[in-house]
């Protein structure tokens, strides 16, 4: 260490002291420079291809064929979203209907959207069990229309259907049953909403950073995007891999001092790959950050997968470092919509979701997810597809879509 350090003296000796702390600075600042333009690769490129697209819009002759593209689209929604020859409702009847003359209105009405979907064509939009058990969903929302799980003083019951919901998904996808929770959610995107409000609530209390930024693959749900711009938190998207799941080495390069989450999907929309949740978990714990799995769309589908005996890989709490899954009951759960299931591993990272104000005039507020009042005919309507499916139907139904 001596010789260095003489060596390193002799050869700055032509320098005087400012000049070497000045090249030091200097070399400092160029070099996060540099590392700042290399880890903004990507969104240059983003923005220079936007650019580009919008100035060969507005050239002589694409222009033209761009506003007439925008005018088909426009007549074909105008076909698809109006009813033709249909009474309107703009302003209220002088004289109100009779409740028998609503409800042929409102018949007609479903006949006509009936059509679209009772052949069972449209992806991606109705999950259906059949409608013997769709009948069972309505008469759980009705029979609980009126309730309210803001008030579970007034309304136990519902509290108790809202627990077992989240109890029997937890355990489903390999949750401890001593520590791990949940809540309830509208759907899919709510559960991603308060995911991302949760991790960054967690790391503004921890000061773990002031500038929060969470890690997806380009095919994770556009509501990650959302919650990015609900929440103040950017959203560093990664490239896939050759066989479209998550590129880990690109994942591993984004990560820096201000990433509070590193988020899978299982599976992802687009293509139906599942990313290899054990690499991000592992990932994530290394970092000591969180791993949030985005199970909405095979929630209730991959257990079942792998008890049938498919090569399923590992996406659950059984996979450590996981530390929250969202599922969505509304999906292949068979609930009405809308309802989804969003799971944390631990009570105390949970209570980074909550709201809670205690000064205002009218009392305390408080609620777990984004609305104050919320259905709880739905949260009904989940449990009874839940424990009418029971093991069995999930498995009937399962090995159905693998046929």
């Not at 929630?299 to 929250?324: N, Q, R, W, Y």
Request: with cysteine; proline share 5%.
């Amino acid at each position: 260490m001596s010789a260095l350090r003489q060596t390193v003296n002799e050869s700055l000796k032509r320098y005087d002291p400012f000049q070497i702390v000045l090249i030091s600075a200097g070399t400092v600042v160029a070099a996060y420079t540099i590392g700042k333009i290399a880890s903004n690769v990507s969104e240059f490129k983003e923005a220079a291809v936007r650019a580009a697209f919008d100035l060969a819009t507005k050239l002589p002759g694409v222009k033209g064929q761009v506003e007439k593209g925008k005018n088909d689209v426009r007549e074909l929604l105008g076909k698809s979203l109006v009813i033709p020859n249909d009474q309107k409702f703009f302003s209220l009847p002088l004289n109100g209907l009779s409740h028998e003359e609503v409800l042929a209105k409102m018949q007609q009405w479903h006949d006509h959207d009936a059509a679209h979907y009772d052949r069972g064509m449209v992806s991606g939009c109705i999950y259906m069990a059949d409608k013997h058990h769709d009948s069972l969903n309505t008469a759980a929302y009705s029979m609980f229309s009126l309730t309210n799980p803001l008030h579970p003083n007034v309304f136990p019951t519902v509290r108790k259907f809202e627990t077992e919901v989240i109890q029997m998904t937890l355990r489903m996808l390999g949750g401890d049953p001593d520590t791990a929770c949940g809540t309830t959610t509208s759907g899919g995107t709510e559960s991603l909403l308060m995911a991302i409000k949760t991790y960054r609530d967690e790391a503004f209390a921890k000061g773990k950073t002031r500038y929060p930024e969470i890690i997806v693959p380009v095919t994770a749900h556009a509501a990650f995007d959302k919650g990015g711009q609900y929440f103040g938190v950017k959203v560093v998207h990664v490239p896939l891999g050759d066989d479209y799941a998550v590129d880990m080495k690109a994942m591993r390069r984004a990560i820096n001092r201000n990433t509070i989450l590193l988020v899978g999907s299982a599976p992802n929309f687009p293509h139906g790959i599942v990313d290899p949740i054990s690499e991000i978990a592992s990932l994530a714990k290394e970092h000591g950050i969180g791993c949030h799995v985005d199970c909405c769309l095979g929630g209730f589908v991959l257990p079942f997968f792998k008890a049938l005996g498919h090569p399923i890989p590992a996406f659950d709490f059984s996979v450590e470092g996981v530390t929250s899954i969202s599922a969505d009951t509304h999906k292949y759960g068979y609930a009405a919509k809308g309802t989804s299931i969003l799971c944390f591993k631990t009570r105390a990272l949970r209570d980074y979701m909550y709201f809670v104000c205690s000064e205002w005039p009218g009392g305390v507020y408080a609620s777990p997810t984004m609305p104050g009042s919320r259905p709880g005919g739905l949260i009904a309507s989940a449990w009874a597809s839940m424990v009418s499916m029971g093991m069995d139907g999930y498995m009937t139904k399962a090995n159905l879509i693998l046929k």
